[in-house]
């Protein structure tokens, strides 16, 4: 049995593709019948049950975390002893606002004798629930367990590739989102497709210096859960993330009930960057604008106007 705690577009897409070949118990607030509202359409498997008692999912061996990343500190709070021992996956991208530690992080400072991993990687939870095929990482600190977990997770539609580097996996994920809204502002102000490729270039050599600073493996960067993720998420209309920064650009206004963890996460790792004198323009400006500090002409300027330097 594998637990889901979060019924959301992708807690519920994981339901529906584990629970293709797999018992899968599913929790979330208000989830009831078995269509996920976030998914129009779509149907939950007969091998998903749907829980009414959040006790229940608990039980599981394997639990993924649905949750946002700046929710799961307050959830894991309230039930850690539940969770005590429990494989807990985070099924999220960011850095907490409060901690500035990754999803992992927080799961072992609420459970320390969890096995903690993260499932991360370029995906939409749409294309995911419709069976069309999707790579994501598993990084988990003890290969052994990240092994099981890889076999249990892996369905005949979502692969999965395994890491022990979970700070590389947790940063690639959660600063990818970030570069994102950056991508989206450049299309919504008309700066063109020119200045997107620009920034989304120098957007991850931005990623790698924070991440190789923290202790991450270049590789990791590299693959799926850095480049591969940012690619999607900075050329998709389907990104949350893009949306909004898409919004910014234009001058409009977003869904205040719509999450968007790159605003959190550009808060939190703009200042674990300035702790530790890391160079983070991209972040800096986009922390910024989404907490209307500067204009976007300024924002422009200052990144135009850097001093000039070796690729």
Not at 27 to 46: C, M, S, T, V, Y
Not at 154 to 178: H, P
Not at 228 to 237: E, I, N, P, Q, W
Not at 249 to 273: H, I, N, R
């Amino acid at each position: 049995m594998i637990g889901i705690i979060g019924a959301g577009a992708f807690g519920g897409a994981l339901a529906i593709t584990l629970g293709a070949q797999s018992p899968v118990m599913l929790w979330g607030r208000g989830q009831k019948g078995r269509g996920i509202d976030r998914l129009p359409g779509a149907e939950l498997p007969a091998l998903v049950t749907v829980a009414d008692d959040l006790a229940q999912v608990m039980q599981a061996r394997t639990v993924l975390l649905a949750l946002p990343a700046q929710a799961m500190g307050r959830f894991l709070a309230e039930h850690a002893g539940a969770l005590a021992g429990r494989n807990l996956v985070a099924c999220c991208k960011g850095v907490d606002l409060t901690t500035g530690l990754g999803p992992t992080g927080v799961i072992l400072t609420h459970c320390p004798d969890a096995h903690a991993a993260i499932l991360t990687g370029p995906s939409f939870a749409s294309d995911i629930a419709k069976g069309l095929p999707t790579a994501l990482t598993l990084a988990c600190a003890d290969d052994a367990v990240g092994m099981a977990l890889q076999h249990q997770l892996s369905t005949d539609v979502l692969r999965l590739y395994r890491t022990t580097d979970v700070i590389g996996a947790e940063f690639g994920g959660a600063l990818k989102n970030v570069i994102a809204i950056a991508a989206g502002v450049v299309i919504g102000a008309g700066l063109g497709e020119s200045a997107r490729a620009a920034l989304m270039t120098r957007g991850f050599a931005e990623m790698q210096r924070l991440a190789l600073h923290q202790g991450a493996r270049v590789e990791t960067l590299g693959g799926l859960s850095g480049f591969g993720d940012l690619v999607l998420t900075c050329t998709s209309a389907q990104s949350r993330n893009f949306r909004f920064g898409v919004a910014l650009g234009e001058g409009a206004s977003f869904d205040p009930a719509m999450t968007v963890e790159g605003v959190a996460t550009a808060q939190a790792v703009a200042k674990l960057a300035q702790t530790h004198g890391v160079d983070m323009p991209v972040t800096q400006m986009v922390a910024a604008l989404s907490q209307n500090q500067i204009t976007l002409e300024d924002a422009v300027r200052a990144l135009m106007s850097r001093p000039l330097k070796p690729e």
